[in-house]
């Protein structure tokens, strides 16, 4: 039963957290802070066992031939980690942010749910379980997208309903149909199909189901519509949104679908793996592309997780062992360095009132620790050694050359160009003298800008240690390679 | 697998060898005096400014001469890279920026380029160490696409045409200090990266070809291109793209022939040592005598011409040593391109020439800024930079110089070393007499030529495309309008008589499948 | 004399003694009477429905007569299922019903009147859902739409009489059609009772033709589009209490009468034509239904489209059903799981729309907004009642829809997924707009003054035990394997 605290532990906060009303900050806070610290604890303690080889897992009968199960296997641990581990951060952030908000109840109760349908996401132990979650977590996200109750939040999270719904439709189908293929297909690395034989084009109509599914939330264009106007959330929502929960559901579903659900050699023999690898491709450069054309800073860093993300879903096609790592230490990577600018971007808004890059000029003065891990983070995303994006680039890079398509190595340095092109314009756009009124050195709120320095430095560390057991990188290694049939570090 | 993985801090490597050792004098004694001439020129109040981006780019600049992994070898050319871009950026004018804009883009390019071909590299060779990676790249069968996008980042770092405006942009528009940092050190690092990276002797004839060919129009093209220009330091930019053609042909040289190979690097470590601490001298001097009136400028004019001659290739300069050792390389090649390559080198002379000279022009004409109290130190570090720019070539302790120090006394080649310079002279002669139609092609071209005339068409088309507007906003109350019609529709089926004869019409359907 | 013995019996019995006891206390005591009832009714149909799952299906003779002369009840797990959710429901549409009625006029309604009423339908429902013979179904059938009609018209203004008219036509319609049917059979087959029904029935006209408009009253009575114009106006303009147990439980009794005729009675490959053009008017109802719940204006007519649209899911179980035993367990499991999912959840909704319009003091969807902050405990309850009319995880909806996805791409007939599929996203559609007025951040001079509601977490309590319903699904699946037609199917639970 341990194997299901990462679930049951958020969503108990949330339930507290709803209990406790919209009075009561310092206990609502208490509440979700102990929840996110034991919650980290727990995913830690499972690491610590699943590294030493104990796979932990738990089902509960429910459908007939259907259990209802998880499993905590390092694959599931590290995006439940990146998860957990940034919740107790975004928290920090959120109470701050949140300061004089309206029904603060309601946002920190969705939001510990979203944190346990995400771990839940992270540590299902089969398809079906994965779409339950997968589903619990598009609809515990929309009360956050539209939390402001704007006609523009409204209409915003219409629209991120129509997609998550409409992708939920088709992962439903491709698991109902699959299942009836096949009977229960438990993740397995390497594949779980190995007893279908035939069936190719039911197959590659299920694998185009269950990844449009996935890719609704993992932004694969063009079903990434609904990301760039979910950014009327707040801030910390986005944050959640963006970099850690949601999104990386998306693309750990896929992460899930080619290495332990079809399997690398099944995925790349039916050609469907390549079709992906095609359609990531063109993503990481359309996303990178309409980004330098976005003037609202946090629009631009939206399109920069399209692209982002995008280079986990090609990294994930490829089909190449060290691709597939790099892919895997990208979601864990990716989630540190766009939330630290995600963090910036709202502490911009709050503070200063500044929403566009055009506003900048002056910021960097005004706030320069917050500036400054932007910078880091900025730099890490578009793949400077040896920040963390690095490690994880490299790896997909390396994994590109070795998977065969050495195509998309150019895409991807490619796009750590317009990485650059877009992200460095706002850093020489805040260095540039503007007038904001209060002193230099003045930053918005501690509890604003501690979470800020925190996963600016993590970053740091992520690409530091990548080598070392236990970093993203090393971790990731060590989670794909028995989806390629042997041991990789 | 385990040495494919960076591995942070822990696992970079670096090395001591025949390779690192000029260039880390090279680099060294650049980025020091640069740094120091800065630290002095800089107003105390601009010093912090300054080297927030001047001492991560000195500490890249300087390690990436020892770095001996793809790793490291990357990490030190992006910090070096970089950082440049807040020097170049540092004055603060719309033309500065958008010259760093420039410089940015282009860099950041040539760094995903080289990004993608170690990687390429890294897993053929099954590890990081450069040399492993240079020799697995001998059988690979990527080595085609390796090399090419190798090339394309070392042109882009170091100017081949059509990239040549970097150069100018990013020596025009920094402080002097910082400028002639860039100028002495940057584009070396592409020479840098051609020895530990290109594959030696392996490639097939056209390539070396190709590459030398490509060398032997921008040794031309730039030069053409720097004379039509009007600031000191973007002719100097020019003359830098021009002479890394010829270093880029000593590169080609290598290419093919295995023979070639240690030719080949004895050039291009020749051309940079040469070219490096010349070019630094050249941009520092500039700016010394921008900032000295009277006998002290015409002395700092006079000092000026060691460099100027040393790149045209007059005899007894560091440029003498650094052609012959260039000859040596292009001559050992045999067929058709090679030898129209080396029958075409002393012409490149003659357009650097008209560059030098060109340069002085320009340096006369300067307007005095106020002279500096403290002019003193900046012309010790000058006249430091220009007794290491008279001895660094000749007594460098290698065998490429020897050929030279034999031809010394030669009178043929003194010859061969000093026509060109006088061929320009007397075109500058041609030109000055003829001034009515020169006039209006003098100074056509800003510093960066076809890149800012580039960068402006991509401004221009970008304004062009429709902007994107914010999603229409739709409220939650449209629904009752957009469905009056499907509620009419309802109406009309829930009246009795609809109603009724619908169930009648559903009855009879059923009894009628019923009893078929 | 063991009490468990007469479960069947006493099922039926005690709503009965607790209507008439009612009828004598008086409106003061009256809700006290019903809340004892219901809380008894409870416990003994959990009692029923444990013996079912024990024992398996079992007859149960009143007054030990036996068929043809008496009267069996016919206790099996489709039946017991039906019951426990008819208690459920019941318990909690009866503990909403006394603080909804303290809150009002004591005169405006016939409040004391109500809780016989209320009863009394509760008694022939159970009496529905335990009868074996087809006769006594057109008495129960009548029995629960008089009781409805007169509880849609309890409150006695012109809208609630206008459509309490309208469902006593459809009703009588119905029950007139039916006892043709059940003439026309009698007169073929002999016998009113379905299982020697089953054994008898030959495929001749006149059986074929009884069991057609057998099937076709029923269809009215459920509510099937295009039979469906007594519904919206009906459930829309009853009290609200009234409207929960109308949308929750009373179609789901003529439902489980088509489920008895066509899968036990009639035998296999019987009016094949029939199950087809069921699941297409099905289809017909998910897609029309929910677009009428897109465009309503008010908030109870939305909820009572959402009925329709939700019926239609039922139907999709009868052409599923004829390809063979595996995909038949899978439908009939999946169609019992849809309508207990819906029965909770429409319930919540109703109460919870009901709520709503309490503290607004209209039913106006367009002057709601804000709604979320004054009640957010029933905004909450509404939102969870949509995750299970889309049918998503971990609902009972989503169970059904998984069921009944699986046994159309088992089955081969896979248009019928497609049909399950765009109906979920059409339910989403009206479901958020609903939410998303709601939830809007409202102008604060426009929010109204606040009107106390008491029983706000009485909605949720039923919507919540529809989300979590997935867990429950081996229950309802061991009483789907109990029931007699899966166990004359040859299916072992």
Excluded at chain 1, 389 to 411: H, I, R, T, Y
Excluded at chain 2, 268 to 291: M, P, Y
Aim: glycine share 10%; aromatic share 8%; with cysteine.
């Amino acid at each position: 039963m341990t194997v299901w605290l990462p679930v049951l532990l958020p969503a108990l906060t949330g339930v507290v957290t709803f209990a406790l009303g919209d009075r009561r900050g310092t206990a609502r806070a208490a509440v979700n802070l102990v929840g996110a610290i034991v919650s980290s604890v727990v995913v830690v303690s499972l690491v610590i066992k699943s590294y030493a080889g104990e796979v932990l897992s738990h089902a509960v009968p429910t459908l007939p031939g259907l259990d209802f199960g998880v499993h905590a296997d390092l694959l599931g641990l590290l995006f439940s980690a990146v998860a957990t581990v940034l919740w107790g951060v975004t928290l920090v952030y959120a109470i701050g942010y949140m300061d004089h908000a309206r029904d603060r109840a309601r946002f920190f109760g969705f939001f510990a749910w979203c944190i346990a349908a995400a771990n839940g996401v992270a540590l299902a132990a089969d398809p079906i379980t994965l779409f339950i979650f997968y589903e619990i977590l598009s609809l515990t996200t929309y009360p956050l997208v539209v939390h402001s109750g704007s006609s523009e939040a409204i209409a915003a999270g219409r629209k991120y309903l129509f997609y998550a719904l409409g992708g939920g439709a088709a992962l439903l189908v491709g698991v109902t149909w699959l299942t009836v293929l096949a009977g229960p297909v438990p993740f397995t690395p390497g594949g779980a199909l190995a007893s279908v034989s035939g069936h190719t084009t039911e197959l590659r109509i299920i694998f185009g189901l269950l990844a449009a599914g996935f890719g609704v939330k993992a932004a694969l264009v063009p079903l990434h519509g609904w990301l760039p106007g979910a950014m009327v959330a707040p801030a910390p929502v986005s944050s959640l949104l963006h970099a850690v929960a949601v999104v990386k559901a998306g693309v750990f579903g896929m992460i899930r679908l080619v290495n332990e659900l079809y399997g690398p050699e099944l995925s790349s023999a039916l050609g469907v793996a390549q079709a992906l690898a095609v359609l990531a491709a063109f993503g990481i450069i359309f996303g990178s592309v309409v980004a330098l054309r976005q003037e609202d800073l946090k629009r631009r860093l939206a399109y920069s997780t399209v692209a982002q993300l995008s280079y986990i879903t090609l990294g994930t096609a490829l089909c190449s062992p060290l691709a597939a790592a790099g892919a895997l230490a990208h979601l864990a990577h990716h989630a540190v360095m766009k939330i630290t600018m995600f963090f910036t971007a709202g502490s911009l808004a709050e503070t200063l009132h500044v929403k566009k890059v055009s506003a900048l000029p002056g910021v960097a003065r005004r706030m320069p620790v917050t500036m400054t891990s932007f910078a880091v983070a900025a730099f890490a995303l578009a793949g400077i050694p040896p920040l963390a994006g690095f490690a994880s680039k490299w790896l997909l890079g390396v994994g590109a050359a070795e998977g065969g398509a050495p195509w998309a190595l150019l895409v991807y340095v490619a796009s750590g160009a317009l990485a650059i092109g877009y992200m460095v314009p706002i850093l020489i756009a805040s260095l540039r003298p503007g007038d904001h009124p209060e002193a230099a050195g003045t930053e918005s709120d501690p509890r604003m800008l501690w979470p800020i320095v925190t996963v600016a430095a993590l970053s740091i560390i992520f690409g530091l240690t990548a080598g070392l057991p236990g970093s993203p990188a090393h971790w990731a290694l060590t989670a794909i390679a028995p989806s390629f049939g042997g041991l990789m570090p | 697998m385990t040495p494919l993985l960076p591995t942070g801090g822990g696992s970079l490597s670096f090395a001591l060898d025949s390779v690192s050792v000029p260039y880390l004098f090279l680099f060294g004694v650049i980025w020091t005096v640069s740094g120091l001439y800065s630290f002095v020129t800089t107003p105390r109040g601009a010093r912090r400014r300054i080297f927030a981006y001047y001492l991560p780019s000195a500490i890249g600049g300087v390690t990436v001469a020892l770095a001996a992994d793809a790793i490291s070898f990357y990490l030190c050319f992006a910090l070096m890279a970089l950082p440049a871009w807040g020097l170049i950026t540092a004055g603060g004018t719309p033309e500065g920026r958008r010259a760093g804009a420039i410089y940015l883009t282009l860099t950041v390019i040539g760094e995903a380029l080289l990004l993608a071909a170690l990687a390429l590299m890294a897993v053929e060779a099954g590890g990081l160490r450069l040399d492993m990676l240079v020799t697995a790249m001998a059988t690979s069968p990527v080595r085609d696409l390796a090399t090419g996008l190798l090339l394309a980042s070392i042109a882009l770092k170091i100017g081949t045409l059509p990239a040549s405006g970097i150069l100018p942009l990013s020596y025009a528009y920094a402080p002097a200090g910082p400028a002639s940092a860039l100028a002495g050190a940057s584009a070396k690092v592409g020479a840098l990266a051609m020895l530990r990276l290109l594959p030696a002797g392996v490639m097939p004839e056209n390539w070396a070809a190709v590459v030398m060919l490509a060398g032997l129009t921008t040794a031309f093209g730039a030069a053409a291109l720097g004379i039509l220009t009007t600031t000191p330091r973007a002719v100097l930019g020019y003359s830098s793209a021009s002479q890394m053609g010829l270093v880029l042909i000593a590169a080609g040289a290598g290419l093919a022939d295995p023979a070639a190979v240690p030719l080949s690097h004895a050039a291009i470590i020749a051309f940079s040592l040469h070219h490096g601490l010349a070019k630094s001298a050249l941009v520092l001097g500039d700016d010394i005598v921008a900032r000295t009136a009277g006998r002290a400028r015409s002395l700092a004019l006079a000092g000026l011409a060691l460099p100027a001659l040393a790149l045209v290739g007059a005899p007894l300069t560091s440029g003498f040593v650094a052609k012959y050792a260039l000859k040596d390389a292009v001559y050992a090649l045999s067929g058709s391109v090679p030898h129209a390559v080396y029958s075409l080198l002393p012409w490149a002379a003659v357009g650097t020439a008209g560059l030098m000279i060109r340069f002085f022009i320009l340096t006369a004409r300067h307007a005095q800024v106020a002279p500096d109290t403290r002019h003193r130190a900046p012309a010790a570090l000058w006249g430091g930079i220009l007794v290491l720019v008279a001895v660094t070539c000749w007594a460098w302790p290698a065998t490429w110089n020897h050929h030279a120090i034999e031809a010394v006394l030669d009178p043929r080649a003194l010859l061969t070393a000093t026509w060109p310079a006088l061929v320009a002279l007397g075109l500058t002669a041609v030109v000055r007499q003829t001034r009515g139609v020169f006039a209006r092609l003098d100074g056509a071209l800003a510093p960066g030529d076809i890149l800012v005339t580039g960068a402006r068409l991509v401004r221009a088309a970008n304004a062009a495309l429709p902007s994107r507007k914010p999603s229409e906003r739709v409220t939650a109350e449209t629904g009752p309008q957009a469905g009056r019609p499907l509620l009419g529709v309802e109406e009309r089926l829930v009246t009795w008589v609809t109603a009724s004869t619908l169930f009648v019409l559903l009855a009879v359907a059923l009894v009628l499948l019923a009893t078929r | 004399m063991n009490v468990v013995h007469h479960l069947p019996a006493l099922l039926v019995i005690t709503p009965l003694v607790g209507a008439c006891v009612a009828f004598v206390a008086g409106r003061r005591v009256a809700p006290h009477v019903a809340l004892a009832t219901a809380t008894a009714d409870v416990v003994l149909a959990v009692l029923f429905a444990a013996r079912v799952l024990a024992e398996g299906p079992f007859r149960y003779r009143i007054g030990g007569w036996g068929a043809p002369m008496g009267i069996d009840l016919v206790a099996d797990g489709m039946a017991a299922l039906f019951i426990v959710l008819t208690s459920i429901v019941g318990l909690v549409v009866t503990v909403y019903a006394s603080g909804y009625f303290r809150s009002t006029d004591p005169t405006a309604y016939g409040h004391g009147l109500f809780w016989t009423l209320w009863l009394f339908m509760w008694t022939s429902l159970n009496g529905l859902f335990l009868t074996g013979d087809v006769f006594n179904v057109y008495v129960c059938i009548e029995l629960v739409g008089i009781s409805a009609v007169a509880l849609v018209t309890i409150s006695g203004g012109p809208d609630a009489l206008r459509a309490g008219m309208r469902y006593l036509f459809a009703s009588m319609l119905g029950a007139m059609t039916y006892l043709l049917g059940v003439a026309l059979l009698y007169a073929s087959a002999g016998a009113v009772d379905m299982a020697t029904l089953s054994e008898r029935l030959v495929p001749d006209t006149t059986a074929a033709t009884g069991l057609a408009l057998m099937v076709a009253a029923l269809v009215l009575k459920t509510a099937l589009v295009p039979a469906h114009f007594w519904l919206p106006t009906a459930h829309a303009s009853a009290p609200t209490p009234v409207s929960a147990a109308l949308s929750a439980l009373v179609v789901k009794g003529s439902y489980f009468v088509v489920l008895r005729l066509m899968l036990d009675v009639m035998p296999d490959g019987y009016l094949p034509g029939a199950a087809t053009l069921l699941g297409v008017l099905g289809a017909a109802a998910i897609v029309w239904g929910s677009v009428q719940a897109l465009v309503q204006t008010r908030i109870k007519l939305l909820v009572a489209y959402s009925t329709v649209a939700q019926i239609g899911y039922l139907f999709l179980v009868f052409p599923l059903a004829r390809n063979g035993r595996d995909v038949l367990a899978l439908a009939l499991t999946g169609a019992l799981v849809h309508a207990t999912a819906h029965g909770l959840a429409k319930g919540g909704l109703f109460l919870a729309a009901g709520g709503l319009i309490t503290r607004f003091g209209h039913d106006r969807l367009a002057e709601m907004r804000g709604a979320a902050r004054a009640v957010p405990v029933l905004t909450f309850a509404v939102a969870l009642s949509g995750v299970t009319m889309m049918g998503l995880p971990p609902s009972g909806g989503f169970a059904a829809k998984w069921l009944l996805i699986s046994a159309a791409l088992t089955s081969g007939e896979w248009w019928w997924a497609v049909v399950l599929v765009v109906g979920g996203l059409l339910a989403a559609a009206y479901m958020f707009r609903l939410v998303a007025i709601l939830i809007a951040d409202a102008p604060a001079e426009t929010a109204p003054a606040p009107k106390p509601v008491r029983t706000e977490w009485l909605p949720l309590a039923l919507t919540a035990a529809a989300v979590l319903l997935l867990f429950a699904v081996p229950l309802i699946s061991d009483l789907a394997a109990a029931s007699t037609t899966l166990q004359s199917a040859g299916v072992t639970p």
